[in-house]
Structures are given as structure tokens and as C-alpha cells.
């Protein structure tokens, strides 16, 4: 599956954005998926996933309580909101997605198919 990330940008401290995760081609459903983030210099690092058909989610824990990760079955996308942002959030972000588990884990291993990023901004 092909995955098509979007939606970041330049936002100051404290505001909001949405990530949004989409394919062209087909379903994503029976895929577990996530949302991982890199830095410059750092490696990639997972920030939250998703179970299919979305009854269970976890978070790394620097978002949680501001991150919230969720899914339109129907329309096959994979959203991000991402709220009281702060600097340190500054990353290129990927969405990811794998079959062989209905829940993927927190290694970016774990996942087969990859969004190509979007970057987002928290300026101070």
C-alpha cells in the first residue's frame, strides 16, 4: 500500500496542527498503524499507533495528554492532532502502516509500508 502524509507546517508553541495519512491506491483496512517522527541528527522515534479497526491507541510518553492519534475506516485515513505543540515536537513526521498485526508496536521495524513525511515547525 502506498501511503501519502500531509498536513504539517510552521506553528508557534502552544498551537495546534493535524497530520493526515491517506492511500491512493485501495484500503487500509486490517492495517495496524502509526506515526512515527525524526529530527535532524536523530534517530526515527515513534510517537503514537493505532489498532485496526481503532479500539486501541498508544502514545510515546512526551504527547500524551496532547497527541491524539485516530482513523476514518471509511475514508482510509490516519489522523494526528497534535495540540499545545511545543519545539521540541519539531520533526519530519511518517505515517506507517503493517498487516501482520492489527496493533504494530512502538519499533519502526514492525512496519512495512511508509508515508514519505511531512515536516512540522513549532517555533518558540
Known amino acids: 500500500v502506498q501511503l501519502q502524509a500531509y498536513g504539517g507546517g510552521l506553528v508557534q508553541a502552544g498551537g495546534s496542527l493535524r497530520l493526515s495519512c491517506g492511500t491512493s491506491e485501495g484500503t487500509l483496512s486490517y492495517y495496524g498503524m502509526a506515526w512515527f517522527r525524526q529530527a535532524i541528527g536523530q534517530e526515527r522515534e515513534f510517537v503514537a499507533a493505532i489498532s485496526w479497526p481503532g479500539t486501541k491507541s498508544r502514545y510515546t510518553n512526551s504527547v500524551k495528554g496532547r497527541f491524539i492519534i485516530s482513523r476514518d475506516n471509511v475514508k482510509h485515513t490516519l489522523y494526528l492532532q497534535m495540540n499545545g505543540l511545543k519545539p521540541e515536537d519539531t520533526a519530519v513526521y511518517f505515517c506507517?502502516?503493517?498487516?501482520?498485526?492489527?496493533?504494530?508496536?512502538?519499533?519502526?521495524?514492525?512496519?512495512?509500508?511508509w508515508g514519505q513525511g511531512t515536516q512540522v515547525t513549532v517555533s518558540s
Open positions: 506507517a502502516a503493517d498487516r501482520s498485526s492489527s496493533f504494530g508496536g512502538t519499533s519502526p521495524g514492525e512496519y512495512r509500508f
